[in-house]
C-alpha cells in the first residue's frame, strides 16, 4: 500500500548524540516535507525538498540537516542533540504541484 | 507569503451537537483549502478538501464552505460524536503555483463530551 513510513516511531537518546530520522514513501510523490510539532500544537515546517539533490529550509530555524539522494527517502540528521531538540517530527510528501499531501505517523524524539 | 489565522483553539460541545471552526487566509492565489484531523498519537489525515472554484462540499457529517471574496472557509461538523475528538488544522495553499506547500492554521482542540 502506498504511504509515507517513519522510524523510529519513539527515540530517547543523550545529549551530544547524533541521531538520524528516517523517512520513506512509497507514494511516488517528487516532494518531500519536515514538520515539528510540539504535543497537540502547531506544525512548524523545518525542511523542505523539490527533488533528488534539492533541499531547503522552511519558516522555523532548526539544527538539523537533510538530504534527499534518492526520490523516496529524505532523512533528517541532528548532529548534536539538546533536550531543546525534544519534540515530535512528522515527515510528509506530496505530488506535483502540492497535490496529495500526506503525513507519515512521526518519531516522538525526547533527549535527556 | 500566505498568513492562515484559524479559530477557536479549544472548542468544547456536547455529544449531538454542531461544531464550527473558522479559518482566514490572506492570498487571493490561494485555490485550495484542505482540512487535517490529528487524533492523539497519530498522524494529521486529509478529512475534506475544497478547490476555489467550489463554494461549499459536504461528505457526510462534515462539510466545508469557502467565501474567496471575504477570504474564510470554514469546517462544520454535525451530530458530533466522541471519535470526533482530535485536533483539527486548515490550511490554504496554491496548487500548481509557486506556493503549492501548505500554509497550516494553529488548530483547534475539539472536545466531544459524551
Known amino acids: 500500500e502506498a504511504d509515507i513510513y517513519q522510524t523510529p516511531r519513539y527515540l530517547v537518546i543523550g545529549t551530544g548524540k547524533k541521531i538520524t530520522l528516517e523517512c520513506s514513501q512509497t507514494?511516488?510523490?517528487?516532494?518531500m516535507y519536515w514538520y515539528q510539532q510540539d504535543p497537540g500544537m502547531e506544525l512548524h515546517l523545518i525542511h523542505y525538498?523539490?527533488?533528488?539533490?534539492?533541499?531547503e529550509k522552511g519558516d522555523l530555524s532548526s539544527e538539523s540537516t537533510v538530504s534527499r539522494i534518492r526520490t523516496e527517502h529524505f532523512p533528517l540528521t541532528l548532529e548534536s542533540a539538546r533536550p531543546s531538540h525534544t519534540s515530535q517530527y512528522l515527515c510528509?510528501?506530496?505530488?506535483?504541484?502540492?497535490?496529495?499531501?500526506?503525513f507519515g505517523s512521526g518519531t516522538r524524539l525526547t533527549v535527556v | 507569503g500566505e498568513n492562515v489565522e484559524q479559530h477557536p483553539s479549544t472548542l468544547s460541545v456536547q455529544e449531538g451537537d454542531s461544531a464550527v471552526i473558522k479559518c482566514t487566509y490572506s492570498?487571493?492565489?490561494?485555490?485550495?483549502f484542505p482540512w487535517y484531523k490529528q487524533e492523539l498519537g497519530k498522524r494529521p489525515q486529509l478529512i475534506i478538501d475544497?478547490?476555489?472554484?467550489?463554494g461549499e462540499k459536504k461528505d457526510q457529517r462534515i462539510a466545508v464552505t469557502l467565501n474567496k471574496t471575504a477570504k474564510h472557509f470554514s469546517l462544520h461538523i454535525t451530530e458530533t460524536q466522541p471519535e470526533d475528538s482530535a485536533v483539527y488544522f486548515c490550511?490554504?495553499?496554491?496548487?500548481?503555483?509557486?506556493?503549492?506547500?501548505?500554509?497550516f492554521g494553529r488548530g483547534t482542540s475539539l472536545i466531544v463530551h459524551p
Open positions: 510528509a510528501s506530496s505530488g506535483t504541484g502540492g497535490v496529495g499531501y500526506t
Open positions: 507514494m511516488g510523490h517528487d516532494k
Open positions: 525538498s523539490y527533488g533528488v539533490n534539492s533541499t
Open positions: 492570498d487571493s492565489a490561494s485555490n485550495y
Open positions: 475544497i478547490r476555489s472554484n467550489v
Open positions: 490550511a490554504a495553499s496554491t496548487l500548481g503555483g509557486g506556493s503549492y506547500i501548505p500554509t
